[in-house]
């Protein structure tokens, strides 16, 4: 169950070229400025409850997926800012309404995290797991089964 492959789960097409927009994950910002397509899969959502990513979320802990940067294009990025959140980390998001919309690692570039609240498309993604819960909120209760992990 927990290592199983996420599906998007869409209409059954037929033709070709509408079976390669199926497979497309779309999203955006809250505004709607910001808007992107992902030409890839959602294969694993991390529940990060550590203290900058409940900054940057304003909640419990942020939703966290890990996509190829190729794979995924912005329209509207001219909205898009980047917070240089330490030497290496940088959190993106829109600067019109503030949504998050993904991290990324200046020395890792082929990789972003996307924020998952802001996809549209709908995902069925069975892996999940939480991550940094020694420094989850006092207020926080973790209800649910997925695996957790004190740090990373
Ligand atoms: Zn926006
Ligand atoms: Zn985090």
Same mark, same amino acid.
């Given at each position: 169950?927990?290592?199983?492959?996420?599906?998007i789960?869409a209409?059954?097409k037929?033709?070709?070229e509408q079976k390669q927009e199926q497979n497309m994950i779309t999203g955006g910002?809250?505004?709607?400025?910001?808007k992107y397509v992902y030409d890839g899969d959602i294969?694993?959502?991390?529940?990060?409850?550590? *203290?900058?990513?409940? +900054?940057?979320?304003?909640?419990?802990?942020?939703?966290? =997926? @890990?996509i190829? #940067?190729?794979k995924i294009e912005?329209?509207?990025?001219?909205?898009?800012?980047?917070?240089? *959140?330490?030497?290496? +980390?940088?959190?993106?998001?829109?600067?019109?309404?503030? =949504? @998050?919309?993904? #991290?990324?690692?200046?020395?890792?570039?082929?990789?972003?995290?996307?924020?998952?609240?802001?996809v549209e498309s709908p995902i069925?993604?069975?892996?999940?797991?939480?991550?940094?819960?020694?420094?989850?909120?006092?207020?926080?209760?973790?209800?649910?089964?997925?695996?957790?992990?004190?740090?990373?």
């Amino acid at each position: 169950m927990v290592n199983s492959r996420c599906i998007i789960a869409a209409p059954i097409k037929n033709t070709r070229e509408q079976k390669q927009e199926q497979n497309m994950i779309t999203g955006g910002c809250l505004c709607g400025r910001v808007k992107y397509v992902y030409d890839g899969d959602i294969n694993e959502i991390a529940m990060c409850h550590c *203290s900058q990513c409940r +900054k940057a979320q304003g909640g419990p802990f942020a939703t966290n =997926s @890990p996509i190829t #940067s190729q794979k995924i294009e912005f329209s509207g990025q001219h909205f898009i800012r980047e917070y240089q *959140s330490n030497d290496d +980390k940088v959190r993106a998001f829109c600067s019109h309404c503030g =949504s @998050p919309l993904y #991290s990324r690692l200046n020395s890792n570039p082929d990789i972003k995290r996307l924020r998952i609240g802001t996809v549209e498309s709908p995902i069925q993604c069975t892996k999940r797991y939480h991550i940094f819960t020694a420094s989850k909120a006092d207020w926080d209760t973790i209800s649910d089964d997925y695996p957790q992990h004190k740090e990373r």
